[in-house]
C-alpha cells in the first residue's frame, strides 16, 4: 500500500534512505524519492537539507534537484530564495522537461499565472518542434499544464493547445477543455456540498481508467542486457539460454513487448539495463542463484523501483536504448 498518512511518508522516506546506503549507485533518485515523501509528512525542512546535500554532491540531473527545492522551500516560507532558484533554472534552459514542469506548476500553486504559463511555454518551445505531433511521454505534462493555465487566464486556443489535446484523447474520453473548464476547477473549491460531490464523483470516473499508473510509484519497466553483458550472461549460465535464444530476438522482444504495453494503454513504461553483477547480487540477496529464470521479472521490478528505468520511447532525437548509437526513430523506433 502506498503511504496515506504523515507517520507512514516518514517510514517510508527512512526505508528509501536506508536502500540509498546499501545502492550508492541510485542515490540520487532514492534521495529524490525520500525527500518527496517527507515533503508530503510535512517535515519540509529535513527534505530541504536532503536536496542541499544532493546539490552539493554534483547530481546527475542539477536543475531538477533546484526545482524541486524551490518548490519546497516556497511551501514553508523561502519564497524569495525559490524565486532565485527558478529564476536560475529559467536562464539555465534545461533539456530535460521535468524542471520546467516543476517550476511552472510551482508558480501555478501560487496563483502566478503569468509566470507558469512563461514557464511552461520556455519548455515546450525548447524541447518540441512546431508542427511534429510525435511528443515524448515524459513532455506530454507541459503540454497539458500549459493548456490549463491558458484556460485559467482565458487565453484563446493556440496551435500547443491542440496539440495537447490531440495527446490527451488518445488515451481518455475527456478533453482538456472539459477538463480543465475554470468553472470545475473553481467548483473544487465551492463551499456548496452539492457542488462539491458532483465534481468528486466526475473526477471519480475520468480517474477510473488511471488508478493502476496512479498506485504505480515507478515505471513498468522490461530488462535489457546491452550485448557484453549478455553474452556474459549465457556464458556463465547457460540454461538461461532458453530465456534468451539470441541477442537480436532479445531487443525485438522488448520492443514488442513496450508496444504491446502501450497498446493497452499502460502509462509510463521504461527499460532498465541489467549487469551480470548486479543480478548476480541479487540472486544472492533472494537466496537463489542466477540460473533461476523467475529471479529476471524481480530483478527487473527492483531495478525500477530503485530508480533505474529509462522512459520509453526515448526522448526525441536520443540515441536508440539498444546501444546502437542511432536515434530511436531510425532504429528501434522505425518499424
Not at 309 to 331: E, F, Q, V
Request: hydrophobic share 35%; glycine share 4%; proline share 9%.
Amino acid at each position: 500500500m502506498r503511504p496515506d498518512t504523515p507517520a507512514a511518508h516518514t517510514t517510508e522516506a527512512e526505508r528509501l534512505l536506508r536502500t540509498a546506503e546499501h545502492y550508492p549507485e541510485d542515490r540520487e533518485p532514492l534521495l529524490l524519492r525520500a525527500a518527496a515523501h517527507l515533503e508530503l509528512a510535512g517535515d519540509r525542512e529535513r527534505a530541504s537539507t536532503l536536496y542541499d546535500g544532493l546539490l552539493a554532491t554534483e547530481p546527475e540531473h542539477p536543475l531538477l534537484v533546484k526545482a524541486l527545492q524551490a518548490a519546497n522551500l516556497w511551501e514553508y516560507g523561502h519564497e524569495a530564495e525559490a524565486r532565485a532558484l527558478i529564476a536560475g533554472i529559467r536562464t539555465a534552459a534545461p533539456t530535460d522537461p521535468a524542471p520546467w514542469e516543476t517550476i511552472a506548476e510551482t508558480m501555478e500553486s501560487h496563483d502566478e499565472l503569468e509566470e507558469s504559463h512563461a514557464c511552461f511555454t520556455e519548455g515546450i518551445t525548447l524541447l518540441l518542434t512546431p508542427g511534429d505531433d510525435d511528443v515524448p511521454y515524459d513532455t506530454q505534462p507541459l503540454l497539458t499544464g500549459r493548456h490549463r493555465v491558458r484556460r485559467l487566464l482565458a487565453r484563446p486556443h493556440d496551435e500547443w493547445d491542440r496539440l495537447a489535446d490531440k495527446v490527451h484523447t488518445a488515451h481518455s474520453p475527456i478533453s482538456l477543455d472539459e477538463l480543465h473548464d475554470p468553472n470545475r476547477l473553481w467548483a473544487l473549491g465551492s463551499d456548496n456540498p452539492a457542488e462539491l460531490r458532483a465534481e468528486i464523483a466526475r473526477l471519480r470516473s475520468e480517474l477510473g481508467s488511471y488508478r493502476s499508473a496512479l498506485s504505480r510509484p515507478f515505471p513498468v519497466a522490461v530488462l535489457h542486457w546491452p550485448a557484453p553483458e549478455f553474452t556474459e550472461l549465457l556464458t556463465d549460465y547457460p540454461a538461461l539460454a532458453a530465456e534468451y535464444p539470441s541477442y537480436a530476438e532479445h531487443l525485438t522482444s522488448i520492443e514488442s513487448s513496450l508496444r504491446e504495453l502501450a497498446a493497452t494503454g499502460t502509462a509510463n513504461l521504461g527499460i532498465v539495463t541489467a549487469t551480470v553483477p548486479s543480478f548476480e547480487a541479487f540472486a544472492a540477496a533472494e537466496a537463489s542463484t542466477p540460473t533461476n529464470p523467475a529471479l529476471l521479472p524481480q530483478y527487473t521490478t527492483t531495478l525500477a523501483a530503485r530508480g533505474r528505468a529509462l522512459p520509453w520511447p526515448p526522448p526525441k532525437g536520443t540515441p536508440c536504448w539498444c546501444g546502437s548509437g542511432t536515434a530511436y526513430r531510425d532504429c528501434h523506433g522505425s518499424s
